[in-house]
């Protein structure tokens, strides 16, 4: 018994660290995110039924164990220092220079990498696993953050390495996407933002509940690697190699410069490209690549002599809060937007930014005529980080009690911070569902953009999305700036969007909470629009990811009456109201996982798929354990022995014919 359950923790720890490796550090999942899900909660419980199977280097540790009361303070092996600064080429250029003198004539190589916007940690192995991951500090002694370190998915637990102890520092970071989640959650539950991804990296990395590190989506970069605190290769790159070879996660945007220029060039290239990543980086750091030269030159107190980070411009700068607006979001939502005293930021002029909601106003301080700090990032709207100088003449903001747009009431809702104009009919909500329903991640209807949105509202055309389908190519023409053209390929565009799928119409329908992938996993789970009209709450929380305030929401919204006919006058529009079933609940073979090998005597292998899902069950490529049966014809090869070497039922045509019926 007690084998067998350690042959498949075993098993089951493999193949989620295959998975984690695919998902994690090569951007390449084989598997959804449900089926992880499953695999990692089967070894938590088994795990837990067999504490004397415990393991440091399970994956279940990604998850989180206990809190603590405190950090214990680490001293580093060597200091992790910090870099000199380049802000311009000359700068970088007197860098080369001095490079050059001091290794005497012979020639080098850059090694230039990205500099990534976190905060460094120094990770230590021993034996192959993870022992101890320490924070920077402030370079000679950092905090002890193993437990949250061991949550972070692309930092592997163990690696096949050929030395008996070695460190790998790298840069913590979490990426944009992860970083505006996390601020909308916290916006939404009420907390203080966090004005940076740096800032909310650093955050959660410290904090004493790795469970919570655990649910931040941090990753991990590795750019140096330290065997008894020195360099254990030959060159930079090499060592960057070497730990991508060991399953660290390394930036692939690197490269070896041979000269000044190429550098220059690579710095310059990332500089226009910075917004095009996935995560925020402030610079490039460009090393020189041979080890025996970065001996030759040496360090100063604070800094190796051997490396520069060549800073890109800040993108804060300072400007004066002239007046706060609002504006009316699709969902209702008052949003206030400070308008600025129009302030170049690397080079782009911005004049508005966001303020999120009252309490963010609240926790800046801020007031209009304010003098404050605003940052841009990527392509989001700018915003303020900070109050730098209170105005002379300095007025405090409140949120309006009625809408600006059309006056109706405006209603603080219990347990959310934001305010919310309560007319269903308010022109402002009107544009701004529309304009989401049009969009290129949900209707995609090709012309349909702002300026068309707010004229076809304005007129009268639009007073709810079903309108969109009723619009004719001569009412197109009428509009402003509209030739025969241009309405032709509207009306095309909204032929076209009737095919989409039902999870983008869900979306498409502004219900609150409702986003692109909870309206995906609600038309996987339902299977069509009547069903997600007539669940229960009950029903709607069995779908993944759906809690008691999303489920709230939507009965909210489908108890609307003219919500519901809405729906109708879209069925008699002929969209897609259905949507193929993730997993169909019912089927003689619900919950089986079956495999195919072999030539079967009647059935092409497409139709025995088909059959099989249609009963509920699920057909996979390759056997394992979960396996629940290995249908087989002639010619079956390496998949029926190891199906026979599990233990796994074989069937072949004839019994899975019949267990259709049954
Ligand atoms: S090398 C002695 N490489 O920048 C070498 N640092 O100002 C020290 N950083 O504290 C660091 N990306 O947190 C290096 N590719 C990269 C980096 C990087 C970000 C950070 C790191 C360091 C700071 C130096």
């Known amino acids: 018994m007690s084998e067998s359950v350690q042959a498949e923790i075993d098993q ?7 998975h984690e490796r695919l998902y994690y550090v090569l951007d390449q999942p084989e598997i959804t995110d449900a089926e992880y899900d499953a695999l990692m909660r089967r070894l938590q419980a088994l795990e837990s039924a067999h504490p004397e199977f415990a393991a440091p280097d399970s994956p279940t540790v990604r998850v989180g164990g206990a809190a603590r009361d405190g950090f214990v303070k680490v001293d580093h092996s060597s200091p992790m220092l910090s870099l000199d600064n380049a802000l311009n080429p000359g700068e970088l250029a007197a860098f080369d220079q001095r490079a050059a003198e001091l290794i005497a004539g012979d020639e080098f190589l850059y090694a230039a990498e990205l500099k990534l916007d976190g905060l460094s940690m120094a990770v230590h192995y021993r034996d192959g696993l993870l022992h101890s991951a320490v924070t920077r500090g402030d370079g ?4 002890d ?14 690696v096949s390495a050929s030395w008996p102890a070695f460190e790998v520092r790298g840069e913590v970071i979490m990426p944009k996407a992860a970083f505006e989640r996390l601020n909308t959650e916290r916006e939404r539950g009420g907390l203080p933002l966090y004005a940076n991804p740096r800032n909310s990296a650093a955050g959660s990395l410290r904090v004493l509940e790795p469970a919570i590190t655990a649910s931040r989506q941090l990753d991990f970069y590795a750019y140096l690697l330290l065997v008894e605190g020195k360099p254990a290769v030959e060159s930079h790159w090499e060592s960057l190699e070497q730990l991508s070879g060991m399953g660290f996660k390394v930036n692939v945007n690197r490269r070896r410069a041979a000269s000044l220029a190429e550098l220059q060039q690579f710095c310059d290239h990332w500089e226009r490209q910075r917004d095009s990543l996935p995560y925020e980086i402030d610079g490039v750091v460009a090393k020189i690549d041979s080890i025996a030269q970065q001996e030759q030159l040496g360090f100063t107190a604070k800094a190796p002599r051997w490396a520069i980070a060549y800073k890109f411009p800040a993108r804060q700068a300072e400007t004066v809060v002239e007046a706060i607006d609002v504006q009316v979001g699709r969902t209702g939502v008052l949003t206030p937007v400070a308008r600025l005293r129009p302030v170049t930021v690397s080079g782009v002029t911005v004049s508005n930014a ?12 801020l007031m209009i005529g304010d003098t404050v700090v605003i940052e841009r990032s990527g392509d989001v709207i700018p915003k303020v980080v900070a109050v730098k100088a209170q105005g002379v003449e300095r007025r405090a903001f409140e949120i309006p009690k009625s ?11 219990e347990g959310e911070v934001a305010s919310r104009c309560l007319s269903t009919n308010c022109p402002a909500r009107l544009k701004e569902s529309v304009r989401w329903f049009a ?13 068309l949105v707010e004229q076809l509202v304005d007129k009268g055309l639009v007073r709810n999305v079903a309108d969109i389908y009723s619009l004719t190519a001569d009412q197109l023409q009428d509009l402003d700036r509209m030739g025969a053209k241009s309405a032709a390929r509207i009306i095309a565009g909204i032929e076209a969007s009737r095919s989409r799928p039902l999870p983008r119409l869900i979306s498409g329908l502004g219900i609150a909470f409702v986003g692109e992938r909870t309206a995906q996993l609600l038309a996987e789970n ?8 007539t669940a229960t709450a009950e029903q709607l929380q069995s779908v993944p990811e759906v809690g008691p305030k999303v489920s709230e929401s939507i009965l909210r919204f489908f108890a609307e009456p003219h919500n519901r006919a809405l729906i109708e006058r879209l069925k008699a529009e002929r969209l897609v109201m259905t949507h193929e079933m993730r997993r169909p609940a019912t089927g003689p073979l619900a919950g089986k996982t079956i495999v195919l090998t072999g030539t079967l005597p009647t059935l092409s292998r497409e139709r025995a798929t088909e059959l099989i899902e ?7 490529g390759s056997v394992s354990k979960k396996t629940s049966v290995v249908v087989a014809g002639s010619d079956a090869g390496s998949k029926l022995e190891k199906a026979t070497l599990l233990g796994i039922p074989v069937w072949d045509e004839e019994t899975l014919l019949r267990s259709l019926e049954s």
């Open 12 to 18: 089951l720890r493999g193949e989620l660290r295959r």
């Open 140 to 143: 000679r002694t950092g905090e």
């Open 145 to 158: 953050v193993t437990e949250n370190a061991r949550t972070i998915r692309s930092l592997p637990l163990r």
């Open 354 to 365: 966001t303020l999120h909601n009252e309490e963010e106003i609240g926790r800046l301080g």
């Open 403 to 413: 809408c600006p747009v059309c006056g109706a009431p405006v209603m603080r809702v």
């Open 439 to 451: 969009s290129r991640s949900v209707m995609d209807i090709d012309g349909m953009g702002e300026v």
């Open 526 to 533: 339902m299977g069509s629009m009547d069903a997600l009209m």
């Open 614 to 620: 249609a009963a509920g069950g699920k057909v996979t």
